[in-house]
């Protein structure tokens, strides 16, 4: 169960149809032994595509939330979007980002909440 404005909110399976992982950013408030993050292998795609990202973007702490929305109300459906990163709060708009996606969407939040 979930709270929304204060609201409980079940939610069940049915109500989406779709789940998945959203990396907001790789940048984080802490430097945990275990994360993931911290041994990078060279042979992941995913690291080097997070590589390539780095040198042609940097490291916002922000996210343009109309781009993304942009792609996001392209889903013909409802989805369960789990929120993760890095540390998605380091987003300085990050609370405004999640307003706007669960105008449509549920999602999750992972996070050290620091």
């Known amino acids: 169960m979930d709270k929304v404005n204060n ?7 049915q109500d989406y149809e779709l789940v998945f992982n959203w990396t907001l950013t790789y940048l984080c408030n ?4 275990y994360c993931i993050q911290k041994y990078p ?3 992941s795609v995913l690291n080097n595509i997070l590589g390539l990202y780095k040198k042609m973007h940097g490291c916002n702490k922000k996210i343009n939330i109309k781009a993304a929305m942009n792609v996001i109300n392209r889903l013909e459906s409802k989805a369960r979007i789990r929120l993760t990163g890095g540390e998605p709060f380091i987003l300085s708009n990050f609370i405004e980002l999640c307003s706007s996606l669960t105008k449509n969407h549920y999602i999750d939040v992972e996070s050290n909440f620091i």
Do not use: H, I, P, R
Request: contains cysteine.
């Open 7 to 13: 609201k409980a909110v079940t939610m069940n399976k």
């Open 30 to 33: 802490f430097d945990c032994e």
């Open 41 to 43: 292998s060279k042979f």
